[in-house]
C-alpha cells in the first residue's frame, strides 16, 4: 500500500484557485493505532505549521487502526505539500487525506 500522496498529479492550478491563502485546510491521517501515532503527527504538523491543535482520533471499528483529524492554518501551497508528503512518509502512517 502506497502512503505518498502526489498533489502534483491534482490540477494544481485548480487547487490554488479554489484555497485563498491562509485558510483552514483539514487533513485525515489514517494509521496503526500506536500510543505514538498522535505524537508522531502532530510533531511534524508543528515543524511546518505551529499552532494550538485540537486533533480528533477515532478508532477502527477492530481497533487496529486509527484516523486523526487535524485542522491547520495554511500560508501556502507548498506548506499543504510538504505536510501531506512527511506525514505519509510516517512509519506508522497508512494514508493521509
Known sequence: MSKEVNLSELPQASLKELLEFPCDFPYKIMGEAHPELLDNVLEVIQRHA??????????SRTGKYHSIT?????????QIEKLYKELGELERVRMVL
Open 50 to 59: 505551529p499552532g494550538d491543535y485540537s486533533p480528533v482520533v477515532k478508532p
Open 70 to 78: 487535524v485542522t491547520i492554518n495554511a500560508k501556502d501551497i507548498e
